[in-house]
Structures are given as structure tokens and as C-alpha cells.
């Protein structure tokens, strides 16, 4: 869900409560503070709350705030990375210039997000911040095998995995033909950013 008021995130969340929805999923751009008055209402309702960890809420803190399941560890990886405030920084750059029709990079796929977080991977930090989620019970849902056309499309292990062979025809050209238009739309530097934050990450 999405809300520009903490009024508005209370009101969906009664509104989702009504219709019978068993959860609360968030997104990506919520305010903090938006972010936290839907946790806070939902609970109140019983409801538990999952999904993006919003650009602006560190995982550590959604975690503390009560969120019971992150997807595509955003914001975890960010995280676990010596450059998570740089890369929060340019983040809010990046949206407020689309906001206003600028051009400017997509905040979800950056590659030079990816290039920093495998770059500033720092286990001392990953491992504390898997501590808290741990302690929280906070579920992580990686979900992330949507990059992993580019990230290995160009490593014949990938392409050549003999488990293709019980696959039917068509599914297997048609990820053949993923694979061969995901390389053709990404820079070389792009492709390698994703291979390395996925071999990290052993996805």
C-alpha cells in the first residue's frame, strides 16, 4: 500500500481490515512517519505488517518498529554496507528529481547502488544487524531471482544448467530470450554490479 499522510495510512489500513485482508503489505516510498502510523494502527488491529522496507527507514529500524517480513532484502543489504548512507542520500536525490519530471536514475535498480553495497560489504555490520532481525523474528523473503538473467547470463553455468534439459521447449527459449534481452539493455558495468551483489549474497 501506498499513503501520503499518516491519516491516509490509518485509513487504508481500517478500509484493508474491512475488506478481510489478512495482512498489510507496504512499499518503497512511504515517510517514515507514514510508515510508522500504519504499523502502529495495524497492530492495534491485529494485523501484521510485511514487504519493502520504504528508502527512508533503516531495516534495523523497521524491524524494531514491528515489521514481520522484508522483500527483496531492501534495505537489509544496504545495510550490511559501509556506504548505506551515501546510497540513502542519492536515493532521495533521485526521487525528488523524478518527482519533479527530471531525469534521473531508477532508485530500485541503480547499478551503482549494487556496485557500493558489494563493495562496502562489512560482515562486522551485516552480522549485528542479523542479530537484531534474528532476535525480532523478522523474516526475510529475498525474491531476487528476477536479477539473476543479468547478473549470470553471461556465465555458462547458468546458461547451460543441465536441469534446461526437463524443462518444456518453450519455457527454456523463453528465458533463453530474457537472458539475451536483459545483456542487450545493460551495460557491461551494469551486468558485472549485479553478478558481484548476487555472488555476495549467494542468490
Request: charge should be negative.
Amino acid at each position: 500500500m501506498t499513503a501520503g499522510t499518516p491519516e491516509e495510512g490509518r485509513f487504508k489500513v481500517d478500509s484493508l481490515m474491512a475488506e478481510g485482508a489478512d495482512f498489510i503489505k507496504v512499499g518503497s516510498l512511504l515517510e517514515p512517519t507514514v510508515f510508522q502510523a500504519v504499523i502502529d494502527r495495524a497492530t492495534e488491529l491485529g494485523l501484521p505488517v510485511a514487504g519493502h522496507v520504504p528508502f527512508d527507514v533503516l531495516a534495523s529500524e523497521a524491524s524494531e518498529y514491528g515489521l514481520k517480513s522484508m522483500e527483496h532484502l531492501m534495505g537489509v543489504m544496504e545495510q550490511c554496507s559501509t556506504f548505506d548512507e551515501d546510497i540513502r542520500a542519492d536515493r532521495e536525490s533521485w526521487m525528488a528529481a523524478r518527482a519533479a519530471g527530471e531525469d534521473a536514475p531508477n532508485p530500485f535498480f541503480e547499478a551503482s547502488v549494487f556496485r557500493r553495497i558489494s563493495d562496502g560489504f562489512d560482515a562486522d555490520l551485516c552480522g549485528s544487524l542479523a542479530d537484531l532481525l534474528a532476535q525480532n523474528q523478522t523474516w526475510q523473503v529475498p525474491t531476487l531471482a528476477v536479477f539473476r538473467p543479468g547478473a549470470f547470463g553471461f556465465d555458462s553455468t547458468f546458461t547451460n544448467d543441465p536441469r534446461l534439459a526437463y524443462m518444456p521447449s518453450g519455457t527454456s527459449e523463453e528465458w533463453a530470450g530474457i537472458v539475451s534481452r536483459y545483456q542487450s539493455s545493460s551495460s557491461p558495468d551494469a551486468l558485472e554490479a549485479e553478478h558481484d551483489l548476487l555472488s555476495l549474497i549467494h542468490i
